[in-house]
Every structure is written in structure tokens, then in C-alpha cells.
């Protein structure tokens, strides 16, 4: 059996790659740059409703809940966290001291 699941997903000129353990069943995403393509208005928050979608749609898939775990340091992204981000996810738990950002969304079948 694969031990992880990994899909990409690209919006304007950001790239998101979510990991999902298999044998956890927790989810993480990596979002890089892409630098030849052009910025789009809400890039960000599309690569993540996509991840969410794909997380949502394989805990139904497999009859498994699936925790993804969101975690940050930079300030845009702390920001879109607490604010998109928490509207994307309604997040179950989050941490914040003003520099380190973390969230949990527990995602049922």
C-alpha cells in the first residue's frame, strides 16, 4: 500500500503541494512560487479551497477522517490564516503568538 498520497495544484503563479500519510491520516501543504507565471488575484486562497476539496473528498472516499495541520511563520500567510484561511477551513484549533501561526481542521467522512 502507498505510504502517502501527493497532488499539486496550481493557481495563477502559486504552486501547493498537499501530502497526505496514509497511515496517519494527516494532511500537510506546501505552497512555492512559481516565477515565470503571472499572479493572480486570489491564487492563494484557490490552491487551498483545491486542497480542501481533495482532503474532504478522499476521508469520504476512504470512510476515514483526515487531520490537516496548517502552519506558517510568514506574516502574509499568518494574516491569510487567521482571516481566509479560518473562512476556507473554519479551523477546529489554532495557535498563534503573533509570529507562528498554526491550525487544525479535522476533515470527517
Known amino acids: 500500500m502507498t505510504e502517502s498520497l501527493t497532488i499539486d495544484f496550481i493557481a495563477g503563479n502559486k504552486d501547493l503541494t498537499l501530502t497526505i500519510d496514509l497511515q496517519t491520516f ?20 484557490t490552491v487551498y479551497q483545491q486542497a480542501k476539496k481533495a482532503i474532504q473528498n478522499l476521508s469520504q472516499e476512504i470512510n476515514h477522517p483526515i487531520t490537516y495541520w496548517f502552519s506558517t511563520t510568514n506574516g502574509k500567510m499568518r ?4 482571516n481566509e484561511g479560518n473562512r476556507v477551513f473554519t479551523w477546529d484549533r489554532v495557535r498563534d503568538d503573533g509570529e507562528n501561526f498554526a491550525a487544525r481542521k479535522l476533515f470527517l467522512p
Do not use: Q
Open 26 to 45: 494527516n494532511a500537510i501543504t506546501l505552497v512555492t512560487s512559481i516565477p515565470e507565471a503571472n499572479k493572480e488575484i486570489g491564487d492563494i486562497t
Open 79 to 82: 494574516l491569510w490564516g487567521l
